[in-house]
């Protein structure tokens, strides 16, 4: 699977990212920079989460308006694989690709921990390598995650099955407790209506090999990789 | 001076219109200035006429005590700083140690305690960039940052506020410059109610053979000034060098700088890709005293000279003067000497990444900083004399006797005892601080194996098998009573987390916070302090390669408690092969390794359960023997070597009971412990004695460890075993873990969202 | 000119920062307060000197770049002095 992933200034998770791609797919993906107006050949195209342009203004909101984020829609357009990570989900929602907004932290502070998640369908390219019916657990660490859209079109993307991940309990619950910030539905992550753009908060490409605490990261791009074959 | 019409906003333009000549300097401006009329004196021998306005700016900063240590420095000489592993000792930015595989680790522990006093969120976030700075100044990415934070009481009325602000900032900065935050310690303390601590440390790693240094060369190389643009920030007292004097004077002069962590991490990126290219010479970051002391310092330690054009430098504010552009201490800005030619790659890279870049000056080789703005000389001053005559004071010092040893009349027994482990857990000093350390991105960066929570937070190094630990600690009150013992102990104790990680400590960085030292009871604290982290340092071969002197931290004479905090950096040879406490496993034997004498003096037993007055009464602190500390950690560290181990945890406050409740929480099961004959159960559960670390092992390796303990002079004995949802102490009631848990989780989270 | 742009949610979607303001002031002791939304203040120092050429490059900045109208509400003032 040949990736790319955009950097722009102020991202911070690039390396993680990278890293993280390499080690799965075998494959060091292509890096980026936010000045391009080409894409390289990829089929997987990741915007990876920092802070870029210091969250100023609004999250993701600058970065969005970069001159490569054209180039970025003309690829989701053409049906390749777009994965925002974070701020680039935040920055996915910026540019329209993906419906709705990422606010503030209803408890309106950073928050770095593993939360669990119910992978809503494991039909998906993306979530096909996840287990049905058991909760994932994986790392957010974000300040404005806290997902908002209105009624109408949370309606139209739990009707077309595009939620991709729920915070949850341990047991599966999407209860308040499991809400680490507010968001509505406990939405952790949505799809475009091709299912092919993924905007998530939490983090995979940190959890990826025991040592750091779990590998429930690996099966989102294992899977991708799959699809793809 | 007059005000001047000009573009001072835009890069690198010439200002316009013509200086006025600065004020005649009268006893009233030195003064102001904090230099006395000796040391002036002294500027006046060195110049044979009288300074200008800018000039005696310029020394007033340079022989600060912030930035000449003139207090600290002859006691700070007496520390050992030298070993096989360190490249680097005290002196540069920050202190290197190689961690093999062609690395190298580049850290250094800093104070920002007055300014986050008045504003906490900024104060903590540029205390948190100016280190990160010191940093990668030297070609270090930084990879793991640590912070000692302390408060006053809970229940004064500013503490909730200020633990807010500071930990915000905290974040604030780090999260969004993208380095995890990993670890840390924060104490309440009554004599922090009017002077709060906040102590952040940086771990950086640089190829070895590619360190960066300050030191300047080259006659006619180029000075260039990279990064945010100057402002009127931090300019302290420069309010009377100005005519300026008008309604929007005091808008025009914040005192506290605003941190752009998104500019700094911008600057570090730039840095090192221009770092991977041969082009720099020297380079330092400006932070206190900004660009004087960059430019003073680069020039004094390669002994050339250094001439600044002031009209290049890139001003976010009109007009400025050359007072205020040399001592402003706007953040994120870096000051370098390249190689003739290269200014072109530099520009090249700094407009890639955004940042001002603008070429401010050239070397010399008379040894003077001269100094032109609007074509006229403000300063031309010798080097030497800022640099090396700097005033070095000999303060008389009265090191207080330790305290008698504690009158165990004064030490009863609790009614019962489990019931007071309970709330021991449950009290500030212990409770888990859970709620800081999720506001801090723990786990950017993909290599924190150990996350906030243990003896250290341990980080991977990247692209190697190894990682690195590192911690930070001090017990105030114990240096209080005896700053000697406290020093000690404080060394002792990093030494320790790190051995229970698994990790060879390597070396320390060290964050000297006292009062006035022009009093000699806060002298002989310094004093004590350095004498006793001397003996540690040398007995467990655990140099100081960098530290920081805070003085003056006190309200209305009310100093703060001794707080010498220590950050001790070790290596882990094998990631795969290091120690945690959230293994042990039902079935697990429990081996208590090191001495135990009950010793309850200056513990929190007395000083919380029993509201013990800690000076009167108090009695001395618990002793620390150097060799048996090495011999007990040489002996876990083999110990956690063999990879066998289900977890391991070092005794610190609250004692033994504290140990393993901490680690039952952390591994989610019960335990059943004994306690030793000959010791009032109380002193043995709650006494604070040093050296030691609880070991849980499955039991086919317990007689094992405990006859290798033995042969290497070890004392350790078996100590219980793992199981069942309870915590069971000899003679005790039954704890069960949950309820453990709601005490250990409850109280910060109660604290700070309590509306009042 | 000068242009002042005020960016504020739209009515409907929740602002948990106003709510913490709002809670703290009643903590202060103020009373009679029935909401409280936090907004944003952005202040332009413009070349243009021609009103509805500014009123335009700027309602044009705030579409493209400086409110998210998914959620944000914006208007535009101008000072004419200068």
């Known amino acids: 699977m040949k990736a790319a992933v955009v950097i722009f200034p102020g991202s911070n998770c690039d390396r993680d990212t990278l890293v993280a791609l390499e080690r799965i797919t075998g494959r060091a993906p292509v890096p980026v920079w936010h000045t391009e107006t080409d894409l390289p050949p990829a089929d997987l195209v990741v915007l990876p989460g920092g802070f870029t342009y210091g969250d100023y203004l609004r999250a993701g909101a600058m970065a969005a308006r970069a001159p490569v984020m054209a180039a970025v829609q003309q690829r989701a357009h053409d049906g390749a694989f777009v994965l925002g990570i974070c701020n680039g989900f935040q920055m996915l929602t910026e540019t329209g690709l993906l419906p709705g907004a990422l606010m503030r932290n209803a408890g309106l502070k950073f928050i770095c921990k593993d939360v669990y998640l119910s992978v809503a369908r494991t039909d998906t390219p993306f979530a096909r390598a996840y287990p049905a019916g058991r909760p994932i657990r994986l790392p957010i660490a974000h300040h404005d995650g806290n997902y908002f859209a209105d009624d109408a079109t949370l309606e139209r993307l739990e009707g077309e099955g595009r939620i991709a991940f729920r915070y949850v309990s341990k047991d599966g619950a999407a209860d308040a407790d499991a809400n680490p910030n507010g968001s509505r539905g406990n939405i952790a992550g949505i799809y475009s209506d091709n299912l092919r753009v993924l905007g998530m908060m939490p983090h995979p490409e940190r959890l990826i090999e025991p040592a750091l605490g779990g590998s429930d990261g690996r099966p989102l791009f294992e899977g991708l990789m799959e699809a793809l074959s | 001076m007059t005000k001047t019409s000009s573009s001072a906003t835009a890069p690198a333009q010439p200002q316009t219109g013509a200086a006025a000549p600065e004020p005649p300097i009268t006893a009233a401006m030195v003064k102001e200035h904090g230099l006395t009329e000796d040391e002036y004196a002294r500027v006046l021998r060195a110049l044979n006429r009288p300074p200008t306005l800018t000039e005696l700016g310029i020394y007033s900063v340079m022989w600060s005590e912030h930035c000449s240590y003139k207090s600290s420095r002859v006691w700070l000489k007496r520390l050992p700083t030298a070993g096989p592993h360190v490249i680097c000792g005290p002196g540069e930015n920050a202190g290197i140690v190689d961690i093999g595989n062609g690395l190298a680790a580049v850290f250094k522990m800093e104070s920002h305690n007055h300014p986050s006093f008045i504003e906490p969120y900024q104060g903590a976030a540029t205390g948190v960039g100016g280190i990160m700075r010191d940093v990668f100044t030297m070609g270090a990415r930084p990879v793991a940052n640590l912070n000692a934070l302390r408060f006053g009481a809970p229940e004064h009325d500013k503490t909730r506020h200020l633990v807010d602000g500071v930990v915000a900032g905290i974040g604030g900065y780090g999260n969004c410059f993208g380095v995890p935050t990993v670890g840390g310690e924060v104490e309440f303390d009554p004599a922090y109610n009017g002077n709060i601590l906040v102590n952040a440390m940086c771990v950086g790693i640089a190829p070895a053979d590619k360190i960066f240094y300050a030191a300047a060369s080259g006659v006619g190389n180029p000075v260039v000034y990279v990064g945010s643009k100057t402002g009127r920030d931090g300019i302290h007292g420069a309010t009377m060098a100005s005519a300026e004097f008008d309604d929007d004077s005091h808008e025009k002069r914040p005192t506290v700088q605003v941190g752009d962590p998104f500019t700094e991490k911008l600057l570090l990126e730039a840095c090192l890709e221009l770092m991977a290219e041969d082009a720099i010479v020297a380079i330092q970051d400006m932070g206190a005293a900004g660009l004087t002391s960059s430019s003073v310092e680069m020039a004094g330690k390669g002994g050339v000279g250094i001439e600044l054009t002031l009209d290049a430098v890139p001003c976010r504010e009109d007009a400025m003067t050359a007072y205020e552009m040399l001592l402003s201490e706007s953040q994120e800005r870096m000051l370098m000497v390249l190689k003739p030619g290269k200014e072109e790659v530099a520009r090249r890279i700094f407009e890639k990444w955004q940042l001002d870049i603008a070429v401010i000056g050239t070397i010399t080789d008379t040894g003077r900083m001269v100094v032109r703005h609007h074509g006229v000389t403000v300063a031309d001053l010798p080097l030497d004399s800022l640099n090396d005559d700097a005033p070095l004071y000999e303060r008389p010092y009265e090191i207080p006797s330790p305290a008698a040893p504690l009158d165990i009349a004064k030490a009863p027994a609790p009614a019962n005892a489990a019931q007071t482990l309970v709330a021991m857990i449950a009290s500030p000093a212990v409770c888990s601080r859970r709620w800081i350390w999720e506001q801090y991105d723990h786990t950017i960066m993909g290599d924190t194996l150990q996350r906030p929570g243990g003896d250290a937070g341990v980080v991977r190094v990247h692209g190697t098998n190894t990682a690195l630990a590192v911690t930070v600690d001090v017990t105030p009150r114990y240096c209080k009573a005896d700053p000697q013992a406290g020093g000690k102990q404080a060394v002792a104790e990093t030494w320790r987390n790190l051995s229970a990680t698994g990790a060879r400590p390597l070396a320390v960085t060290d964050c000297m916070n006292f009062g006035n030292p022009e009093r000699p009871d806060i002298m002989g604290q310094f004093a004590g302090c350095i004498l006793g982290m001397k003996e540690a340092c040398e007995a467990l071969d655990y140099p100081v390669v960098s530290g920081n002197v805070s003085l003056y931290n006190e309200t209305n004479g009310q100093g703060i408690l001794p707080t010498p905090a220590i950050g001790g950096v070790g290596l882990i040879e094998d990631a795969r092969l290091y120690a945690r406490m959230d293994g042990m496993k039902a079935g697990d034997d429990l081996i208590l390794v090191g001495d135990e004498h009950g010793h309850l003096g200056q513990s929190l037993y007395l000083r919380d359960v029993l509201g013990v007055d800690l000076e009167t009464e108090g009695g001395a602190p618990p002793p620390v023997d150097l060799a048996a500390e090495r011999r007990n950690g040489d002996f876990v560290r083999g110990l956690i070597a063999t990879g066998r181990l289900s977890a391991v945890h070092d005794v610190s406050d609250g004692g033994l009971y504290v140990a393993v409740a901490e680690l039952c929480l952390a591994s989610r099961i019960g335990a059943h412990m004994s306690l030793p004959e000959g010791l009032p159960a109380h002193a043995a559960l709650f006494g604070e004695d040093q050296s030691r670390y609880v070991i849980a092992l499955p039991t086919a390796l317990t007689r094992q460890a405990l006859r290798a303990a033995a042969k290497a002079g070890v004392s350790a004995r078996h100590l219980g075993h793992v199981g069942g949802v309870d915590l069971i102490a000899e003679g005790c009631d039954p704890i069960s873990v949950e309820m453990l848990r709601t005490a250990h989780e409850g109280w910060f989270p109660r604290y700070m969202d309590a509306t009042h | ?82």
């Open chain 3, 1 to 82: 000119m000068k242009a002042r742009v005020h960016i504020t949610l739209k009515t409907g979607v929740l602002d948990p920062q106003g709510k913490a303001i709002e809670k703290t002031l009643a903590n202060l002791g103020f009373g009679g307060i029935n909401t409280v939304r936090q907004g944003k203040i952005i202040e332009l120092d413009l070349a243009e000197t021609d009103p509805a050429k500014a009123q335009a490059q700027v309602t044009s900045m705030c579409e493209q770049l400086l409110a998210n109208t998914v959620i944000e509400n914006y208007s535009v003032e101008l000072d004419a002095a200068q």
